[in-house]
């Protein structure tokens, strides 16, 4: 008989209620387990037996109570039956992706430490000790890094390791400070606590990069160990696909950070933009003998800066929506900042900008009107002006959609007060 299951045998009551308490006292008396080894799987035949037998020796070798949690997400290849048959607890998940089967596996996981890895026998569960050992030490997350350890030939294409690795890694760093080595090493471990405390929304192979980003927002108290990549045991196509999933980590980056996809590029605009408005508000610029930069390059000016500033609005909008998602981690500055800013300010700002640009548009309209309106040769402060009106006008509906954005996410910005 299994652990877990009832014995219950044809005869009268009290023998029943006697051999179900017995099984329940066993049960209850098994002590919970430590690690567990998380395996997503998909129709992996030729490998998962490697992987479950693996981790189970590496159990026993080192004297943990562990178990190991297979994930599948539909393997009609009889991966379930070997690795059932081997000792390994399978979780079946419906919904189709690599993050979705390893959400459902690591809620299913019952260890204080989790430890992931491929199917596929790329990753040794020999080496689940020494992520352990990690955690011992207190951390809260051991990534493995293969780029410190081995590459075997054949395990990693070339653009996967000489350009795509790299680059995203160095991308995530750029952005959230991570300071990993490889942000994609598929094999990691960290504790159950930290790991509910992330709240993991992606279901693809963006798990891998949402993981990390978490991680890093959190606090979380992260190492490397240099782990051996091996060529995998799969015995078919891989389901990665390089540049759609290359692509995909790329955007999911992006969209966390609002700061890089819509401040930095909003505000250099907004700069530049300005700049030629106020250099070449009064009049002509030679920049060189044959170049001179006229009211044609001040119009590209002032649609900078319009530009720009809509960017920005979009990044405020953003930002507050990470907040209440609970995508950014990192608000301090955004709660000062909003805090400080309350929707009656941003009307009052927004009118003041409106009003003093139709108040221009208005005095050169005057003008042109006392010269019978003939050519217009106030070009330049028209353009001038009317920059300002129309700023004013996107700064007063941002600030009114800023407030309902915080409203409809419960985090109300009629006083900015987030909670």
């Not at 006697?18 to 395996?39: F, H, R």
């Amino acid at each position: 008989m299994k652990q877990g299951d009832l014995a219950v045998n044809v005869g009268p009551a009290p023998s029943i209620k006697t051999e179900m308490t017995a099984t329940l006292s066993v049960e209850n008396s098994a002590p919970p387990a430590e690690v567990s080894v998380v395996i997503p799987c998909l129709n992996e035949a030729n490998s998962i037996a490697f992987c479950v037998d693996k981790a189970i020796r590496a159990f026993q070798s080192a004297g943990l109570r562990g178990e190991v949690v297979v994930a599948d997400n539909g393997s009609t290849d009889g991966s379930i039956e070997i690795a059932e048959k081997l000792g390994a607890r399978v979780i079946p998940v419906s919904q189709r992706g690599y993050g979705a089967a390893l959400r459902a596996g690591i809620s299913a996981a019952r260890g204080a430490f989790i430890i992931m890895g491929d199917a596929d026998d790329s990753y040794d569960f020999s080496d689940v000790p020494r992520f352990v050992e990690m955690w011992k030490q207190g951390y809260d997350v051991v990534m493995g890094n293969r780029f410190r350890g081995e590459i075997k030939p054949g395990a990693m294409p070339w653009h996967h390791k000489y350009f795509g690795n790299p680059v995203l890694t160095a991308v995530l760093n750029l952005f959230f400070h991570a300071g990993i080595g490889d942000s994609h090493c598929g094999m990691r471990g960290f504790t159950r606590a930290v790991y509910d405390r992330m709240d993991l929304r992606s279901t693809g192979m963006e798990f891998a990069s949402e993981f990390v980003i978490k991680a890093a927002q959190l606090g979380a108290r992260i190492t490397e160990i240099p782990i051996t990549l091996w060529p995998d045991k799969r015995g078919r196509p891989p389901h990665l696909r390089s540049f759609r999933d290359g692509w995909r980590h790329l955007r999911f980056m992006l969209l966390y950070a609002p700061n890089w996809l819509f401040i930095l590029p909003g505000a250099s605009l907004c700069v530049l933009g300005l700049f030629l408005v106020f250099w070449l508000l009064p009049g002509p610029r030679a920049v060189s003998p044959r170049i001179t930069l006229d009211v044609h390059t001040m119009i590209f000016g002032v649609i900078f800066t319009l530009l720009g500033v809509q960017i920005l609005s979009i990044g405020t909008f953003a930002k507050v929506f990470s907040y209440a998602e609970r995508f950014d981690r990192g608000t301090v500055s955004l709660k000062r900042a909003l805090k400080r800013v309350t929707l009656e300010s941003g009307l009052l700002l927004g009118g003041g900008l409106f009003l003093a640009g139709f108040a221009g548009c208005a005095w050169v309209t005057w003008q042109w009107a006392a010269s019978g309106f003939g050519p217009l040769q106030q070009v330049r402060q028209v353009l001038f002006w009317s920059m300002w009106l129309f700023l004013g006008v996107q700064v007063i509906f941002g600030s009114l959609f800023l407030s309902m954005l915080g409203v409809s996410r419960g985090t109300y910005i009629g006083d900015y007060d987030l909670k």
